[in-house]
């Protein structure tokens, strides 16, 4: 991957994500070993902001990306081989509301082309709610038509840089696991997982119809934990529930607080800072206290 030059387009997320992690950026940085990275490793890429940052500052030398969506997994390789076909395609379809449940409804992935499969993703997601996506128990995307004045549907610059930042890039659809195993020394991993809800209503996290309870949370502690004994940094963000930290803590990994502005949530008054976890498999820091004791 090549260094980034001032006259280089820098690649920045193209989807809206649930999830997004602009909001705790300064705090992931922070984390992360300074210098080249030989091996990125984000087992829960969705819109990828980590992976787009540290490619941004040209630090990543090989990476492995991994969703168990396979929309986003589709759209995300589409732009990393064709990213020209994607600009073209996305723009097929007005913007408004009749076109929309046309596109949403009638439209069924896997009998458009390639290229229109990964176009319509990129549509919806600019077009639909909040950038939201959500499926139903059938499977099938329900997010109603977001009704915005003037919708950007591709910023062809940022999709060709990003296309660039996927040179040397394999983007795999698995389960996390199979993923975090490939970690091996010298490796650096981010694991952004749905949450651990907050309350039984609160929070937003089902992103493919698929379940991620705790189980799942139970499954990727594990797998976080076994990092260290790969040789590979592990750095993780979830909720700041008595559920996460029980599972974090029983693996001496080394925990902190922070806070992010989510805005997922669709009352306002709802989107203030919320603290979150911040879990790291080595001190990541040599000066500050190891396991925070701040419940
Ligand atoms: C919090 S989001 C990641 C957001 C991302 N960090 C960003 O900046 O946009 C969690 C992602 O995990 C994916 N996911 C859910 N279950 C998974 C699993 N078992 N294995 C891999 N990915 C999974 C979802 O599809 C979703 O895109």
């Known amino acids: 991957m090549a260094k980034r030059t001032s006259s280089r387009p820098t690649p920045r997320p193209f989807l809206k994500w649930a999830g997004g992690k602009r909001a705790l950026m300064d705090d992931i ?15 829960f890429l969705g819109g990828g902001a980590v992976f787009l940052d540290l490619a941004r500052q040209g630090r990543i030398k090989r990476a492995i990306l991994n969703d168990r969506n396979p929309e986003l997994v589709h759209t995300w390789r589409t732009v990393q081989r064709e990213p020209d076909a994607l600009i073209e395609a996305v723009q097929q379809w007005a913007v408004d509301s009749e076109t929309y449940y046309h596109v949403r409804d009638e439209l069924e992935p896997a009998a458009l082309s390639p290229i229109d499969r990964a176009a319509r993703v990129l549509w919806l997601n600019r077009t639909c709610f909040n950038g939201l996506y959500r499926k139903n128990r059938k499977g099938k995307f329900n997010v109603p038509f977001g009704k915005y004045k003037r919708v950007n549907l591709a910023d062809a610059e ?17 389960d996390f696991e199979s993923i975090m195993l490939m970690a091996g020394r010298d490796a650096v991993v981010y694991c952004d997982p749905p949450y ?3 309350s039984k209503t609160s929070s937003f996290n089902n992103y493919d119809g698929l379940p991620f309870g705790m189980p799942e949370q139970a499954r990727l502690a594990e797998a976080f934990s076994a990092l260290e004994e790969q040789g590979a940094f592990g750095i993780l963000s979830n909720s700041w529930t008595e559920e996460t930290l029980e599972l974090y803590e029983r693996h001496g990994l080394f925990i902190d607080q922070v806070f992010a502005r989510r805005n997922i949530n669709s009352k306002a008054g709802k989107r203030g800072p919320v603290p979150e976890v911040m ?7 040599t000066a500050a206290p190891r396991v925070a004791n701040i419940r």
Do not use: C, K, Y
Not at 29 to 43: A, H, K, S, T, Y
Not at 158 to 174: C, G, K, P, Q
Not at 280 to 285: A, D, E, L, V
């Open 29 to 43: 940085m922070q984390r992360i070993p300074d210098g080249p990275i030989e091996l990125f490793v984000e087992p």
């Open 158 to 174: 940022n999709i060709r840089a990003v296309s660039a930042a996927l040179r040397d890039v394999t983007i795999h659809d698995f």
């Open 196 to 198: 651990v809800p907050v």
């Open 279 to 285: 879990v790291t498999t080595r001190p990541w820091q």
